[in-house]
T-cell receptor
Framework: GENVEQHPSTLSVQEGDSAVIKCTYS??????FPWYKQELGKRPQLIID?????GEKKDQRIAVTLNKTAKHFSLHITETQPEDSAVYFC???????????FGPGTRLSVLP | ETGVTQSPTHLIKTRGQQVTLRCSSQ?????VSWYQQALGQGPQFIFQ???????GRGNFPPRFSGLQFPNYSSELNVNALELDDSALYLC?????????????FGSGTRLTVV
């Protein structure tokens, strides 16, 4: 079955700097890749997603890139702010969104 | 709020007991998926219900079972609780099973097995 790896497990950046989180997946049939942000004690919230027919997608300070050949995708956050501090999860879906396989998460800390 | 509600928010059970968790899907959503999130880990897919039928299942034993009702609300039942079942249980609803449909998580039920 699908396996999703995520790096790094923790990331600290200075406010205003960029943060990059990388994920790899194993199943070439995966066709949908969402990213979720989870603050302490709260539910995961979708922040951006990308489909396999697109190489890059951007939404204000957040962007995601997908390399289907290498089977990896990345989350880029620019001009980081303290409220970006949270755990970020990548996920991959092999069955048109029926179920997601999540990565283990990255704890991002934005230092003031 | 998202419109997906889960109850109870917190629960403490003893090993060997049974538990039922509930999820009310967002209005207009006919698909409910359940995930288990252990502390410090990503959510793991348990199963999905679409129009009252199970529509996919992850790698969980049969003691994890579910139901979906005509109003599309859902229950997750866990029998013979084990200590490792302690986790945050998340319910997500969507208006279909395909890529075109949004996926909204509820706030979860935190289950502690002692």
């Amino acid at each position: 079955g699908e396996n999703v790896e995520q790096h790094p497990s923790t990331l600290s950046v200075q406010e205003g700097d960029s943060a990059v989180i990388k994920c790899t997946y194993s199943d070439s049939a995966s066709n949908y890749f969402p990213w979720y942000k989870q603050e302490l004690g709260k539910r995961p919230q979708l922040i951006i997603d990308i489909r396999s027919n697109v190489g890059e997608k951007k939404d204000q300070r957040i962007a995601v890139t997908l390399n289907k050949t290498a089977k990896h995708f990345s989350l880029h956050i620019t001009e980081t702010q303290p409220e970006d501090s949270a755990v970020y999860f990548c996920a991959a879906s092999t069955n048109y969104g029926q179920n997601f396989v999540f990565g283990p998460g990255t704890r991002l800390s934005v230092l003031p | 709020e998202t419109g997906v509600t889960q109850s109870p928010t917190h629960l403490i059970k003893t090993r060997g007991q049974q538990v039922t968790l509930r999820c009310s899907s967002q209005s207009g959503h006919n698909t409910v998926s359940w995930y288990q999130q252990a502390l410090g880990q990503g959510p793991q897919f348990i199963f999905q219900y679409y129009r009252e039928e199970e529509n996919g299942r992850g790698n969980f034993p049969p003691r994890f079972s579910g139901l979906q009702f005509p109003n599309y609300s859902s229950e997750l039942n866990v029998n013979a609780l084990e200590l490792d079942d302690s986790a945050l249980y998340l319910c997500a609803s969507s208006s279909g099973t395909g890529l075109s449909y949004g996926y909204t998580f509820g706030s979860g039920t935190r289950l502690t097995v002692v």
